[in-house]
Nanobody, 125 residues
Framework: QVQLVESGGGLVQAEESLRLSCAGS??????????VGWFRQAPGKEREFVCA????????YYKDSVKGRFTISRDNAKNTVYLQMNGLKPEDTAVYYC????????????????WGQGTQVTVSS
C-alpha cells in the first residue's frame, strides 16, 4: 500500500508564493510509482491536472496556465515531491492533491491509484 500526505497549503495574497510537499510512504511506493502528479479542485469545478514528474527520470509536465509560475521537483531519498508555486493568482485557489501512478498516462485522473488527502490553497486578490 502507498500513502501520500500533502502539506504546505495556506492563505496568501496574489503574487505571493507557496511550496507544497507530498510525502510518500509504504513498502511499494517506489516500486509502483512511475509518475507523481499534482491535481487541484476548485469549488464547483472538476478536479484538473496541474503538473507531474517522472519519479525515475525527473521529466516534468505542466498545465499551460501554470507554466513559468509552478515548478515540480522531487527528492528521491525522501520519497517527497514538491510543488513550488510563485506568482499565485486568485484563480489558483483550490484544494491541491498529489497522486501516484504506474501508468504512462499522467494527465488524467483515472490512472492514478493513490491519492493524498489534499491541502487547501487560497489566494486573495
Amino acid at each position: 500500500q502507498v500513502q501520500l500526505v500533502e502539506s504546505g497549503g495556506g492563505l496568501v495574497q496574489a503574487e505571493e508564493s507557496l511550496r507544497l510537499s507530498c510525502a510518500g510512504s509504504g513498502r511499494t511506493f517506489t516500486r509502483y510509482t512511475r509518475y507523481v502528479g499534482w491535481f487541484r479542485q476548485a469549488p464547483g469545478k472538476e478536479r484538473e491536472f496541474v503538473c507531474a514528474i517522472s519519479w525515475s527520470g525527473g521529466s516534468t509536465y505542466y498545465k499551460d496556465s501554470v507554466k513559468g509560475r509552478f515548478t515540480i521537483s522531487r527528492d528521491n531519498a525522501k520519497n517527497t515531491v514538491y510543488l513550488q508555486m510563485n506568482g499565485l493568482k486568485p484563480e489558483d485557489t483550490a484544494v491541491y492533491y498529489c497522486a501516484a501512478t504506474i501508468d504512462s498516462d499522467y494527465t488524467t485522473i483515472e490512472p492514478y491509484n493513490f491519492w493524498g488527502q489534499g491541502t487547501q490553497v487560497t489566494v486573495s486578490s
